[in-house]
């Protein structure tokens, strides 16, 4: 069964610096990834997934994620934080042989310091 | 093209009754998937449907249920609600089943058991 570990709870940076948050996976077959935004009182959005394409993920807003299968890792950077980033964000793990049976990370609290 | 849809927004509701949550998914999307948000267990799949059939099941007891009517539309029922059932209620839509297809994320039905 797939699982994934988001490796930190709460992250804060300051606006203008680079943004890094952590997840590693576990899979049992070739998984499909993706990384979700939610703003308070707000529904998930989608910000960017790996299917087996290409291992460099872009996604909206500016961040991108890597795929790193050795490293069993999918971290989420972006080079500058704006303020509107200060969200809940979930890392997801699907095996493609299970439809829409997505796994999700416990999340992890970005906060933006002026 | 609006959003996906559900009401009610908020529900208080007693333990020991039932509750019917309701989803409209984005116009042409087929299929719709329910996920409960807690603080203690997070984000987990509920059940998936497409056309009219249910795909995929989480691990959650036989008194969570739904269904698909014939325009999309789902509803998802919970009976002898219980107080850990408080939770926020996430529906889900996307054009067809399978990992490939993004979900569009509603902004939840808060229920709270008392």
């Known amino acids: 069964a797939q699982s994934v570990t988001q490796l930190d709870s709460h992250v804060s940076v300051s606006e203008g610096t680079p943004v890094l948050l952590r997840c590693n996976y576990s899979?049992?077959?070739?998984?499909?990834l993706f990384w979700y935004v939610q703003h308070p009182n707000k529904g998930l959005q989608l910000l960017l997934k790996?299917?087996?394409?290409?291992?460099l993920v872009k996604g909206i807003n500016g961040f991108e994620a890597e795929f790193k299968k050795s490293e069993t890792s999918f971290h989420l950077t972006k080079p500058s934080a704006h303020m509107s980033d200060a969200a809940e964000y979930f890392c997801?793990?699907?095996?493609?042989?299970?439809?829409?049976?997505?796994?999700f990370g416990a999340g992890t609290r970005l906060t933006v310091k002026p | 093209k609006a959003g996906v849809t559900q009401t009610p927004r908020y529900l208080i509701k007693t333990r020991g009754q039932q509750v019917t949550l309701s989803c409209s998914p984005i116009?042409?999307?087929?299929?719709v998937s329910w996920y409960q948000q807690t603080p203690g267990q997070g984000l987990q799949f509920l059940f998936e449907?497409?056309?009219?059939?249910?795909?995929n099941k989480g691990n959650f007891p036989g008194r969570f249920s739904g269904r698909q009517f014939s325009n999309s539309r789902s509803e998802m029922n919970v009976s002898t609600l219980e107080l850990g059932d408080s939770a926020l209620y996430l529906c889900?839509?996307?054009?067809?089943?399978?990992?490939?297809?993004?979900?569009?994320f509603g902004p939840g039905t808060r229920l709270t058991v008392t």
């Open positions: 889900a839509s996307s054009l067809a089943s399978g990992v490939s297809y993004e979900q569009y």
């Open positions: 899979s049992s077959y070739s998984p499909s």
């Open positions: 790996y299917t087996s394409a290409a291992t």
């Open positions: 997801v793990v699907s095996d493609t042989n299970n439809n829409n049976d997505m796994r």
């Open positions: 116009s042409g999307h087929r299929s």
């Open positions: 449907y497409f056309s009219e059939t249910q795909r």
